[in-house]
């Protein structure tokens, strides 16, 4: 099982700071995936990267595939309290199943 | 609104109970997922139903028996669990199971059981 890295695991900031979390693995990916998960809620999908170096912005979320597909970051920019959160990266691969391995997650708290 | 609901939301049951979780999705998906998800740990695949069949069974141990009796329900019956098995169970669709490397999952909400 490839194993994939979140860090940091935990971070707090004030409302309108910008932030940036990384997703890292020794492993190549196919594809890699972003999801948010709110307290008491299961993880809904964010955005799936699957081209290296490719760059997927989704409102004031950016998120970056490695040029090597072994990473991941995902930044904010201006948080809200909405984007508070366990951010959970997934890598998948091409060998034909939807078997991802997930990191741990970041926890995001935005302070208002 | 995801279209995966599990129930129920919260359990506690002692060691000698046996209850079961219970899954429903409404999204024509032909695969479902049993995932665990404890404090500090990545989430762990248990189960993996496609198209009605048992694809996956990761090593979990026999007090947790999966069913799917069609491709919009999927079961977790559970009995003399131990105290290290109170997690959060999320339930899980996707179109496919074997469609490639981009599969989406659609979670359900989970039920988070407590294991006394």
């Known amino acids: 099982t490839q194993l994939l890295e979140q860090s940091p695991q935990f971070l707090s900031i004030q409302e309108g700071e910008n932030l940036t979390v990384y997703c890292n693995s020794s492993?190549?990916?196919?594809?890699l995936q972003w999801y948010r998960q709110e307290p008491g809620e299961g993880p809904v999908l964010l955005v799936t990267?699957?081209?290296?170096?490719e760059v997927k912005k989704l409102k004031r979320l950016t998120f970056q595939f490695g040029d090597a597909r072994k990473d991941s970051s995902l930044h904010i920019t201006a948080a809200q309290p909405g984007d508070t959160g366990l951010y959970l990266c997934?890598?998948?691969?091409?060998?034909?199943?939807?078997?991802?391995?997930f990191g741990k997650g970041n926890q995001v708290v935005v302070i208002p | 609104e995801t279209g995966v609901t599990q129930t129920p939301r919260h359990l506690v049951m002692g060691m000698t109970n046996k209850k079961s979780l219970k899954c429903e999705q409404h999204?024509?998906?032909?695969?479902m997922y049993w995932y665990k998800q404890s404090a500090k740990k990545p989430l762990e695949l248990m189960f993996v139903?496609?198209?009605?069949?048992?694809?996956e069974n990761n090593s979990v141990p026999s007090r947790f028996s999966p069913e799917c009796p069609n491709s919009s329900h999927l079961f977790l019956h559970l009995h003399t669990l131990q105290p290290e098995d109170s997690a959060l169970y999320l339930c899980?669709?996707?179109?496919?199971?074997?469609?490639?490397?981009?599969?989406?999952?659609?979670f359900g909400s989970g039920t988070q059981l407590s294991v006394l």
């Open positions: 899980a669709s996707s179109q496919d199971f074997e469609g490639g490397p981009a599969e989406k999952l659609f």
């Open positions: 997934a890598g998948g691969h091409s060998y034909g199943n939807n078997r991802l391995a």
């Open positions: 990267v699957v081209t290296g170096g």
């Open positions: 999204l024509g998906h032909n695969a």
């Open positions: 492993s190549v990916f196919s594809s």
């Open positions: 139903y496609s198209l009605e069949e048992r694809v």
